[in-house]
């Protein structure tokens, strides 16, 4: 039969087309003749034609069944295909592939040398006046980038809603990192901030944009029971949408003439995958996806960089999760994760769990994912409810 060799398909578009293989052809011919049966040949055929690995893992599946089970053919010729370990063994790698790849992919994507080289790599380091800015910087995610960010040397711009916050926050970085801090305060529920926003950022080389400012409901409800619905709808749309948009805009100039910048977008695994009880942050959320994946294409050519994160739950104020664990980690832990993909990934899930986590989602069918989003925003309405009614 020849050199069996497998071939992985690796880029930087692997989350979205799954972890599939590049088998060769006599290696299907090989198995295809194992596997005696039109449903075995039937996902052979379609694990050929990429449609998922998923299938070539059932396929796998069904020659092992049928190597337990098999009774001698007698359109095959004696002893041309032994049943022996070796064919076994055949059966079986793939499937142990199809369980250690998401293993695999995890370490490919987190185990990179850091943070500095890949800035460097779009010029945004250890250059003179070069700010980042970051929206939504007085609390949880947007506060770690700001801080993870200052460690590099940057200059910093936190934009959020309280000035008392900001000026808290911006002199904890200055003394803590010795970095010059500029603040801006603006309510991104409003629409009327950008002017004043551009007024502060007059000036300035803006090497990093970080869009995390954002906002959901107080607690999973279904659409038309959201409480003041009208009043969420605008503000939900402005701040987690229309900020995004007009910030990049802002911004976006200054780097396409340098030809240089990283705009990183804070999405959520909930952009990636519907949630039901959380309709209107869940769209809000794919369209940051979306919008940052078209940006990048767009702009690649340019030295411009655009990343979409979708992290799973991280202990935030926003989340509600006071205790950081191991698939929840903290605010600090999930930025220097996500930090070591800038540069390597245009789309990431920013943390080594959550990449398992949504990897196993990946594979299941849409109707699936949606039973399982809404059983855990019925349990966190539940909860909720509960406790709202004790107090």
Not at 163 to 169: A, E, T
Not at 293 to 312: A, R
Not at 352 to 358: E, Q, T
């Amino acid at each position: 039969m020849g050199r069996i060799h497998w071939d992985l398909i690796l880029g930087p578009s692997d989350m979205e087309r799954g972890y599939l293989l590049a088998v060769p052809p006599q290696f299907l011919v090989s198995a295809a003749l194992l596997l005696d049966s039109p449903l075995h040949l039937f996902f052979v055929a379609s694990s050929s034609c990429c449609v998922t690995h998923l299938a070539w893992a059932l396929a796998c599946c069904a020659g092992v069944l049928s190597h337990l089970f098999h009774q001698e053919d007698p359109g095959i010729e004696p002893g041309f295909l032994p049943y022996g370990s070796i064919d076994f063994l055949l059966l079986a790698a793939p499937m142990i592939s199809f369980f250690l790849c998401p293993i695999f992919f995890a370490y490919k994507d987190f185990s990179h040398i850091g943070l500095r080289p890949t800035l460097i790599q779009f010029g945004c380091i250890l250059t003179n006046n070069i700010f980042k800015v970051v929206t939504g910087s007085t609390d949880g995610i947007g506060k770690a980038y700001a801080e993870e960010l200052a460690k590099c040397g940057m200059k910093v711009v936190l934009i959020s809603r309280s000035q008392d916050k900001l000026n808290q926050v911006s002199s904890e970085i200055r003394e803590k990192f010795k970095v010059e801090t500029r603040t801006i305060a603006a309510d991104f529920g409003s629409v009327d901030i950008y002017d004043t926003i551009k007024r502060g950022l007059e000036g300035l080389e803006i090497g990093i944009l970080v869009n995390n400012v954002g906002t959901s409901y107080e607690y999973p409800e279904s659409f038309l029971n959201v409480s003041d619905l009208d009043n969420t709808i605008k503000k939900l749309i402005n701040v987690n949408i229309v900020s995004v948009c007009k910030m990049t805009r802002l911004v976006l100039p200054g780097m396409e003439e340098r030809s240089k910048g990283v705009i990183l977008n804070i999405s959520s695994i909930s952009g990636m995958y519907p949630v039901p009880l959380l309709a209107l942050y869940s769209a809000s959320k794919a369209f940051v996806d979306y919008f940052s994946q078209c940006l990048h294409e767009e702009y690649k050519s340019k030295g411009i960089f655009v990343q979409s994160v979708l992290p799973y739950l991280v202990a935030t104020k926003l989340a509600k999760i006071r205790k950081a664990t191991l698939d929840k980690p903290s605010s600090e832990t999930f930025v220097k994760s996500a930090l070591k993909t800038v540069g390597l990934q245009s789309r990431t899930n920013g943390y080594v769990i959550h990449f398992l986590l949504a990897s196993i989602m990946s594979l299941l069918p849409s109707w699936i994912c949606l039973k399982i989003m809404m059983t855990i925003t019925k349990s966190i309405q539940a909860c909720y409810l509960k406790k709202n009614k004790k107090n």
